[in-house]
């Protein structure tokens, strides 16, 4: 993204002449009237500088400095001053401004200051970038974002059970992060330093799923030359994920609860049981008791795996995150594919809330891959439902939640932007179910 220079200038002469100046220096400008329209372009992923006149009718400077700081408090701000208003320049520049250059400037000393802001905001945002793909290992809200109670809940079991050596199982539809969680699970755990062995019990081939698992010795069966570890054994001390534990044919699962009650294993063709020192998690997409009451899943290993049991909600379920995790998985998508982030429109970020999202995170993560990448159409759309009254509500719901995401949680310039009144947006939020999570530091904002 070409860093910009929002160039808020409410004198027309002063704003053009300025304007040519910088673009003649090498500067993308866009010159604006007022700072109502800095806002509606400095988002928190906005890769560039804003310079703004202090005394404006309207919104001046000092309060558009303050807006910008509470949608992103790293966005460089350069204040434009007369001399008479240096003392209140000083002040600024304590409240967070970059800088401040004073009336009447020469061209090439602003050219100067925004160079200097605009290698600093790289840096943030290159940091940021580097963050998102690093993360620390047990930051788990870094891993599992959301403010939903559902979210909340699910952190908290997480931590809970990770502190523990309980074998776990985890349930919840198709791409909404099972995985995810089970090495979350994993790297809070004493055993983070150890193996994180995933074996997907649908994938592996029938005629070898025991030597696979359990390994076997030198002539056990035809083609084995020599002895072999198991997956289990090759997990020692450390954490084996079962994926698709349904899938597990029910002979297998009598063995496996074996090992689970006693934690040996025999290799095929040996007589010496090996001690086993793993932790099992178990990951399933449909409900296990469904699979018991079939007869396609024993009851008793059932029984043994749900001890401790952790839920992953779908997207459906907590359409409040969908705006903050797109854009967080924008930034991860930016920083692997070594790309600038881009700035997603307030319109689509409602849109995305109110749409279905039948794969989950898996879905809405390709999405922000597409958009990263320009690949983006039509299906930024927002969703249509089939009736008027639930396209308009889906509508002010999503709005809602994409105006208080995009402005980092912040509740005053969320109901600046939508229009409407403090009291107005809590009935709102109340009345579509938005949890009061999502509103970061609101007590900041004080009385109105």
């Known amino acids: 993204m070409t860093p910009r220079v929002l160039l808020v200038e409410d004198d027309g002469q002063m704003r053009s002449s300025t304007a040519q100046a910088l673009e003649l220096a090498g ?47 790293e966005i460089p701000v350069i204040l434009v001053t007369g001399h008479a208003e240096v003392p209140l320049a000083v002040e600024a520049i304590r409240g967070g401004a970059y800088d401040f250059i004073e009336k009447p400037f020469v061209v090439q000393e602003l050219a100067t200051v925004i160079r200097r802001a605009i290698d600093h905001r790289g840096l943030v945002l290159e940091n940021r970038r580097l963050r998102a793909v690093a993360g620390k290992r047990d930051d788990i809200e870094a891993r599992l974002p959301g403010r939903t109670q559902a979210m909340v809940d699910l952190r908290y079991r997480l931590r809970a059970i990770g502190a523990s050596d309980a074998d776990t199982l985890i349930i919840g539809p198709t791409g909404a992060g099972k995985e995810v969680v089970a090495r979350s699970l994993h790297d809070i ?20 799923i025991e030597s696979e698992l359990f390994g076997h010795e030198a002539g056990a069966f035809p083609g084995a030359l020599r002895p072999r570890y198991g997956k289990f054994e090759h997990a020692r001390g450390g954490t084996v994920l079962l994926d698709e534990i349904g899938s ?41 008791a469904g ?11 059932f029984w043994r795996l749900n001890v401790a049991v952790l839920h992953v909600p779908p997207l459906s379920a ?21 790309l600038p982030e881009r700035e997603v429109p307030a319109a689509v970020l409602s849109g995305l809330a109110a749409r279905e999202w039948p794969g989950n995170v898996r879905e809405l993560r390709n999405l922000a891959e597409r958009f990263v990448l320009g690949l983006e159409g039509a299906e930024l759309e927002p969703a249509q439902g089939a009736r008027l ?3 308009v509500a889906a509508f002010e719901r999503g709005l809602i939640a994409g105006a208080i995401a995009a402005h980092g949680g ?17 009935e709102k939020m109340q009345k579509y179910g938005l949890d009061r999570r999502l509103i970061q530091d609101a007590a900041e904002d004080g009385p109105d």
């Open 27 to 73: 500067f993308a400008v866009e010159p604006l009237a007022s700072g109502e329209e800095a806002l509606a372009l400095a988002g928190p992923g906005f890769a560039g500088v804003v310079v703004s006149d202090i005394r404006m009718p309207g919104m001046d400077g000092m309060t558009l400095l303050g807006r910008l700081h509470e949608v992103d408090p």
């Open 189 to 208: 755990s004493a055993r983070a330093g150890r193996p994180f062995i995933a074996i997907n019990c649908a994938a592996l081939p029938e005629a070898l």
């Open 248 to 288: 597990m044919p029910l002979e297998l699962q009598a063995k496996l609860l074996r090992v689970l009650q006693e934690r040996m294993i025999t290799r095929l063709g040996a007589n010496d049981p090996v001690a086993l020192d793993v932790r099992f998690v178990a990951v399933s997409k449909v409900d296990l």
């Open 291 to 301: 699979l018991v009451a079939q007869g396609r899943f024993r009851e008793d290993l």
């Open 318 to 338: 907590r359409r409040e995150d969908i705006p903050l995790l797109f854009l967080q998985l924008l930034r991860e998508a930016a920083a692997r594919h070594n």
């Open 389 to 391: 009254a639930e396209r």
């Open 410 to 426: 912040k509740l005053r310039p969320a109901y600046e932007t939508l229009g409407i009144s403090r009291k107005t947006l809590y």
